[in-house]
């Protein structure tokens, strides 16, 4: 057999594929007809037999379907506007709460400052009024003594005019012959020792020598003046008031040129005096003068007092 002979095939004959025609108008006849197969031909396909119209756009609805795209291009827009809004809203809320919460701290830093300034300024005007008062008292003081000594001096000088002047002691009787020299102010001379009462005061008054001064004190190891002079009364049997100006203001008063044992000295006026001590002869006195040096024992030219009462 010739290789050029015909041999049948065995396969089965391709269906002819349908050709379908799709004719579709565009309004403004832009697109023609489309033809399409199910799938590519040859060259010699049959042509197509049947043509399908499709509609055209201009028999859509364009006029809702833009009106749709239109209300949900302004919905998303809407949508996306209350988004920002609500976003820099609370943004906004957030930095205003941080300014808010920064605001109270500074003001709360503030008012502690305050505060303490406050304390600072009333702690140091508690101290210069305590200060302005001290200050007032030393100044009275000082022009007391001043007075005091003054006075002391006058008298002193009067006494050393007249010659041949003795001392009398008026508490016992007897006359001794000592005499005011004017080189110490204040000052007298004994040449016996207390007896009596007045020896039990002084007595008592010396013993203490050495204690505590405490403000209201009045024993056993600790005193104030007047405390020290009630008690050193109360050991002889006497009954005293417990405030200075009190006791001063009881007894006679007697010069400072004239003291005996026992005598009560004072500081200040008789009816307003702010210290007392006990003059224990020799020209020496013993009070509970203040905190830093306690109850001592010195000389009238140490401290000159204002003057003196006698209450034995």
């Known amino acids: 057999m010739s290789h050029t002979a015909h041999i049948p095939s065995h396969r089965k004959p391709r269906r002819s594929a349908s050709k379908l025609a799709l004719r579709a108008g565009v309004a403004g006849g832009v697109l023609g007809t489309i033809a399409v197969a ?51 809203e609370n943004a906004a809320l957030q930095k205003a709460a941080k300014e808010a919460k920064k605001a109270k701290a500074e003001a709360d830093r503030k008012a502690e400052a305050e505060r303490a300034e406050k304390a600072r300024a009333e702690a140091e005007a508690k101290a210069a009024a305590e200060k302005a008062e001290q200050e007032r008292q030393e100044a009275a003081e000082r022009a007391s003594r001043d007075r005091a000594r003054t006075q002391l001096s006058t008298t002193s000088t009067s006494d050393n005019s007249s010659s041949g002047s003795s001392v009398s002691d008026s508490g016992s009787g ?28 002084v007595a008592f008054a010396r013993a203490q020598v050495g204690d505590a001064y405490v403000r209201g004190g009045t024993g056993p190891n ?22 200075s100006y009190d006791q001063s203001s009881m007894g006679t008063s007697v010069s400072l040129s004239n003291l005996q044992p026992g005598d009560i000295l004072y500081w200040g006026s008789r009816s307003g005096s702010y210290h007392v001590a006990i003059y224990v002869g020799g020209g020496k006195y013993v009070g509970a003068q203040n905190s830093s040096t306690g109850v001592v024992e010195h000389s009238l030219d140490w401290d000159t007092p204002s003057g003196a009462v006698r209450i034995l």
């Open 38 to 88: 199910g799938a590519a031909g040859p060259a010699n396909a049959e042509p197509v037999t049947e043509t399908i119209e499709m509609p055209t756009l201009g028999s859509l609805d364009t006029a809702g379907l833009a009106s749709a795209v239109a209300a949900s291009a302004e919905t998303s827009q809407q949508e996306a506007l209350d988004q920002s809004l609500q976003a820099q």
């Open 174 to 201: 007897s006359s001794t012959g000592s005499s005011d020299s004017g080189s110490s102010a204040g000052s007298s001379t004994e040449t016996q020792a207390p007896s009596g009462s007045a020896a039990a005061i």
């Open 222 to 243: 600790s005193w104030d003046c007047s405390g020290l002079v009630q008690a050193a009364y109360a050991a002889a049997g006497i009954d005293l008031p417990r405030i």
